[in-house]
T-cell receptor, first 113, second 116 residues
């Protein structure tokens, strides 16, 4: 079935650094979404992308829907401590399995010790 | 409330007992999802309800797991004869089933299940 490969699995950030993560798939998707999960909470939608090639920003966050429709990236600029958490990408394909929505395994952001 | 509500927030049970987890989706949302998240892991799809259509049960890990959604609103996830490996956070999410935002799931805070 469809799968998403999300990388990196984890990373450490230092305040002020830029962060980049991405998701790739062997299948095409109609929509790409990025969620963030804070400890003890459910994931919250950050950015939704609906068109191939689309580049969307939300504050310090920027995400792109790959032109091939098989990948997406999320960048966080000038990271701050509250950026820590788990970031999930998700791809949607109307008529697909799992309620049409496939999640990546997440990228865990932690603060550098 | 305005968001997805799940109960209980925490449940500790003994191996072999049955548990029920409840989800109240956002009013008017026709799509409802259940996911399982083990410690530090990703979201494991369990089941998906969409309106009056037959649910997609393809993610349920065994026949000890079942879920229903009554009246197109509240959903209950039932785990029978719980095992220690069932310990996880069970997340519910709902979505307004319009083409422009079908992927915009709203998650509850989860029910943390611990099986002793």
């Amino acid at each position: 079935g469809q799968q998403l490969n999300q990388s990196p699995q984890s990373m450490f950030i230092q305040e002020g650094e830029d962060v980049s993560m991405n998701c790739t798939s062997s299948s095409i998707f109609n929509t790409w979404l990025w969620y963030k999960q804070d400890p003890g909470e459910g994931p919250v939608l950050l950015i939704a992308l609906y068109k191939a090639g689309e580049l969307t920003s939300n504050g310090r966050l920027t995400a792109q829907f790959g032109i091939t429709r098989k990948d997406s990236f999320l960048n966080i600029s000038a990271s701050i401590p509250s950026d820590v958490g788990i970031y999930f990408c998700a791809g949607q394909n109307y008529g697909g399995s799992q309620g049409n929505l496939i999640f990546g395994k997440g990228t865990k952001l932690s603060v550098k010790p | 409330g305005a968001g997805v509500s799940q109960s209980p927030s925490n449940k500790v049970t003994e191996k072999g007992k049955d548990v029920e987890l409840r989800c109240d989706p956002i009013s008017g949302h026709t799509a409802l999802y259940w996911y399982r998240q083990s410690l530090g892991q990703g979201l494991e799809f369990l089941i998906y309800f969409q309106g009056n259509s037959a649910p997609d049960k393809s993610g349920l890990p065994s026949d000890r797991f079942s879920a229903e959604r009554t009246g197109g609103s509240v959903s209950t996830l039932t785990i029978q004869r719980t095992q220690q490996e069932d310990s996880a956070v069970y997340l519910c999410a709902s979505s307004l089933r319009a083409r422009s935002n079908t992927g915009e799931l709203f998650f509850g805070e989860g029910s943390r299940l611990t099986v002793l």
